[in-house]
């Protein structure tokens, strides 16, 4: 009797098993109507509908997509990431653990319903992504960011939730759909190797004087005036996806005449950066930051063979990056630059540096 007891309580208890899994992967939503992957509106517009997927972002499910096919009246389309047990009556974003991206401004809410700018609005036809960068879950946190149209719009740094970061989508007007994809892909190595320089020249936008041999930039000049200046140019600038990158002096030549730092495109080839308009730059020899002067100002300590020197920009939070760099006042105006400048009288002396380039997180 007490084995057939036992026996009974096992599959009690493994039901209960199956029941609380079926809770716990099931798909909930409020004032909207699925059918297949589409979402659509069916509240009165003074009502927030909502979705929110079964199962949570992982390493082997990292993004999604949803896909605008009707804006309707307002177009306040919201898509990011939410607890498991989200209220339905909120847009995603509005209340805490929670982020979003809001089609109809623009703007990103996160834990609250005041937004802040964030990248452009949405419209029909457009797709907006978002997902979360696994390998940077450290500590409790883990780094967001959101896409549109398969390029990234921004990032933010955000507190990880137990259970786990949800995928939701809110409407808030009549007539709008969406088509939600949650098995899409994003190619984060194509979005890298966007800023990567490796071992190609043509990564180069500009190069004068110097010549580049795998990661090793080394300078060819003449090296007798201080017009001399060998100068290596990205063709990408920087982007609040790749925001910074670092040199490693292999070689600090006679002098060690070296400087990094940004600069607008058609910056003078025959200038070390911070010397013109339009640059700022970090000079290895003296320890000084050259802005747009030719004389500098004490900022750090002086770099020799072995050191590494890094630059990168902190993007505000409110940054726009519209693709095309035409209204920013910051990354897409500015490619990063090296220079190296040896001039040391009849002696040619061959200098280089290791170009590393690191994305790290904000």
């Not at 605008?68 to 995603?92: C, E, N, S």
């Not at 800023?195 to 041999?213: A, C, K, N, P, Q």
Request: net charge negative.
């Amino acid at each position: 009797m007490d084995d057939i007891n036992l026996h009974y309580r096992f599959l009690n208890w493994r039901r209960r098993i199956r029941d609380v899994r079926a809770v716990r992967f099931q798909e909930r939503y409020k004032r909207m109507l699925k059918n297949g992957d589409t979402l659509s509106y069916q509240g009165n517009s003074d009502e927030v509908g909502c979705y929110v997927a079964p199962r949570p972002l992982s390493k082997g499910n990292c993004y999604f997509e949803v896909t605008i096919m009707d804006t309707g009246v307002r177009g306040t389309i919201a898509v990011g990431l939410v607890p498991q047990f989200y209220k339905l009556d909120h847009q995603p974003g509005w209340l805490p653990q929670s982020v979003a991206y809001h089609a109809d401004d623009g703007k990103l809410y996160d834990g609250n319903p005041v937004g802040q700018q964030f990248g452009p609005k949405c419209n029909r036809g457009d797709r907006i992504g978002c997902g979360i960068y696994c390998d940077t879950i450290e500590a409790g946190l883990t780094t967001v960011f959101f896409t549109k149209n398969g390029k990234e719009v921004g990032s933010l740094v955000f507190p990880a939730v137990a259970e786990g970061l949800f995928p939701a989508i809110g409407m808030h007007s009549l007539g709008e759909e969406v088509r939600l994809d949650l098995q899409a892909e994003w190619d984060m190595e194509e979005a890298d190797s966007i800023m990567m320089v490796d071992s190609h020249e043509d990564d180069w936008g500009r190069l004068y004087d110097i010549r580049v041999t795998g990661t090793l930039l080394e300078y060819v000049g003449k090296g007798k005036s201080i017009l001399d200046v060998g100068l290596a140019q990205a063709r990408q600038p920087l982007s609040t996806r790749c925001h910074y990158f670092e040199v490693e002096i292999v070689d600090a030549g006679e002098k060690c005449y070296i400087a990094l730092g940004l600069a607008r495109r058609d910056y003078p080839k025959n200038r070390h950066p911070g010397w013109s308009q339009g640059s700022v730059a970090y000079h290895a020899d003296d320890g000084k930051i050259f802005h747009g002067s030719g004389v500098g100002e004490p900022f750090g300590p002086r770099c020799i063979e072995g050191d590494i020197m890094g630059c990168g920009i902190m993007f505000p939070r409110d940054y726009i990056l519209d693709g095309e760099g035409k209204d920013n006042k910051l990354g897409p105006h500015f490619q990063f630059n090296i220079s190296l400048l040896f001039p040391n009288g009849n002696l040619f002396t061959v200098a280089g540096v290791k170009d590393m380039l690191r994305n790290f997180g904000d």
